[in-house]
Nanobody, 123 residues
Framework: VQLQASGGGLVQPGGSLTLSCAAS????????IGWFRQAPGKEREGVSC???????SYADSVEGRFTISRDNAKNTVYLQMDSLNSEDTAVYSC??????????????????WGQGTLVTVSS
């Protein structure tokens, strides 16, 4: 089982980035996928998730700025991040949760985790 997050980098405030989470080794289509982030000195935050059927959920802090999507043909989930600000600086990771319905942004329910990718928002 492997989940690989990529696409992080340095971006100016107000800019955009798209993160990718590529999965392999399990039935990707049968899992909800979540994006999480952890900033230095802060607890992990569930940013967004997408269910098997495409239903989505967002943290209040990113609602209206981030968009999650999944491409089951490519075993990949994307996180489009717009209007970035310094508060979005963190290591972003993706994870998979084998639930039948919906998705959750609570990390304790996730079965598989990938390595993170660093997003730095700075001028």
């Amino acid at each position: 089982v492997q989940l690989q997050a990529s696409g992080g980098g340095l971006v100016q405030p107000g800019g955009s980035l798209t993160l990718s989470c590529a999965a392999s080794g399990f039935a990707f289509g049968a899992y909800a996928i979540g994006w999480f982030r952890q900033a230095p000195g802060k607890e992990r935050e569930g940013v967004s998730c997408v269910s098997r059927g495409g239903a989505t959920s967002y943290a209040d802090s990113v609602e209206g700025r981030f968009t999650i999507s999944r491409d089951n043909a490519k075993n990949t989930v994307y996180l489009q991040m717009d209007s970035l600000n310094s508060e979005d600086t963190a290591v972003y990771s993706c994870a998979a949760d084998q639930r039948m319905l919906g998705c959750t942004r609570l990390g304790i329910y996730y079965d598989y985790w990938g390595q993170g990718t660093l997003v730095t928002v700075s001028s």
